[in-house]
Every structure is written in C-alpha cells, then in structure tokens.
C-alpha cells in the first residue's frame, strides 16, 4: 500500500545519457512534484503540477522535463545528463495546493559518471 | 525572497537528553510550518506541521514544535531522545505568496549515541 513510490530507486548513468525517473501516487492527491536533494542534504522544489498542469517550474535547466500522463502520474525526464545533475530525486504529491501536506517518495538516487 | 533557517546543522547527544532544534523564517505574512525527518537511507516523513490555533503542536514519535510569531520561530523539541531519533530533520515552510512550493531549510543531522 505505497502511498508515493518512484523507479528506479539508483540510476547511474553516463554523461551525455538522457534518463527519466517515475513516480506514481495512489493518495488520490491532485497535485504532484519533483523536488531535488544535493550532496549537502539540501531540498529545492524543481516541478509542481496541480490536475496534470504545470503550475511551479523554478529555475531548471530544460534539459529537465515533467511529464503528467495523468494526475496519478509525475514523470521526470534528464536529456544530456551533467555531473552536476548527481543527487536524489524526490516526488511528493499532495491534495490541494494551498498549504497541504506532502508525501514523500522514497528517492531516486542518480549518479552520473 | 522568503527563506529558512536552521542554525544547528549537526547535533550529538546522548540517549535521554532533551533535543531543541531551531528554525526560523523570512517572511511576514500568513505560514504553514513543517517538520520532517529523514532517516538513515529513506525519504522524508512528517513530523509534524502547524496551520493554525494552538502554537504548540505535537507530533509523531514524541515531538512536539512551538511556534512563536514574534520570533518567526517553529523551533522543534523533544524532552529526551532516543538512539532511533538518529536523521536528519528538515523545517519546512509554506507561505501564501510562494503558490504551492515548499521551502526547506538546509536540515540539521542529528546523532544520537547509546
């Protein structure tokens, strides 16, 4: 019964490689997000998408692209993958925007090489 | 720019001594506030938050945080820990100009020893 869940768990990879990352939620959230953990522990919001429209899109290269198939589903894809892309990789989802808990998923660790 | 700070970024204490983490924030307006923690290898869980009433909120696994608004604090406690309180804790806030995201502070990593 995961409530967010996201595949792969690692993810290494060459440079240069294009790469996605999944995540389902199964809270019957309507908003969902990607946010990115850095080496220091650092988390900064990269996506939001409330009803499968993107609604938070903070300063990412566009190599990165969220795609909602549907409100379940917060998919990210990397083109062109950099060393500096080398972190965990966090979806959350959440009912309602304003203000509402976030669930975590469990991460996706991407290490580039 | 809003922002959040925790001021503790590493923590030691040993088994049955009581924990304060502080976290405070830029922002004068209207917040929600969150605490979360991550363990060793998993992802973030919820503490606790606070929306609106009582300042003093409790949480999951015997924490509780106050918040106080002439301090723009939400400082995390709990009286006396144990060694499976060992993570990292995260403050977390949402203000009403920041549309749906949340701001994190940078976390503070706390060990617990036996």
């Known amino acids: 019964d995961t409530a967010v869940s996201q595949t792969p768990k690692y993810l290494v990879t060459q440079m240069g490689n294009d790469k996605s990352i999944k995540c389902e939620q199964n809270?019957?959230?309507?908003?969902m997000y990607w946010y990115k953990q850095d080496s220091k522990k650092f988390l900064k919001i990269m996506f939001s998408?409330?009803?499968?429209?993107?609604?938070i899109n903070e300063t990412v290269p566009n190599r990165f692209s969220p795609k909602s198939p549907d409100k379940a589903h917060l998919n990210l894809h990397i083109n062109s993958l950099e060393l500096g892309d080398s972190a965990v990789y966090f979806c959350?989802?959440?009912?309602?925007?304003?203000?509402?808990?976030?669930?975590f998923g469990p991460g996706t660790r991407l290490t580039v090489l | 720019a809003q922002s959040v700070s925790q001021h503790n970024h590493h923590v030691i204490l040993s088994e049955a001594a009581s924990l304060e983490l502080g976290c405070n924030y830029s922002y004068g307006g209207t917040v929600n506030l969150f605490w979360y923690v991550q363990y060793p290898g998993q992802h973030l869980q919820l503490l606790l938050k606070?929306?609106?009433?009582?300042?003093l909120v409790k949480g999951i696994k015997g924490f509780e945080a106050e918040f106080i608004k002439s301090k723009f604090s939400f400082n995390l406690r709990k009286p006396s820990v144990q060694w499976s309180d060992t993570a990292e804790y995260f403050c977390?806030?949402?203000?009403?100009?920041?549309?749906?995201?949340?701001?994190f502070g940078s976390g503070t990593r706390l060990l617990v020893r036996p």
């Open positions: 809270l019957g959230h309507d908003t």
């Open positions: 998408y409330n009803n499968k429209e993107l609604i």
């Open positions: 606070y929306f609106s009433g009582d300042p």
């Open positions: 977390a806030v949402k203000t009403m100009d920041s549309s749906y995201k949340l701001i």
């Open positions: 959350a989802s959440s009912s309602g925007t304003s203000g509402d808990t976030q669930y």
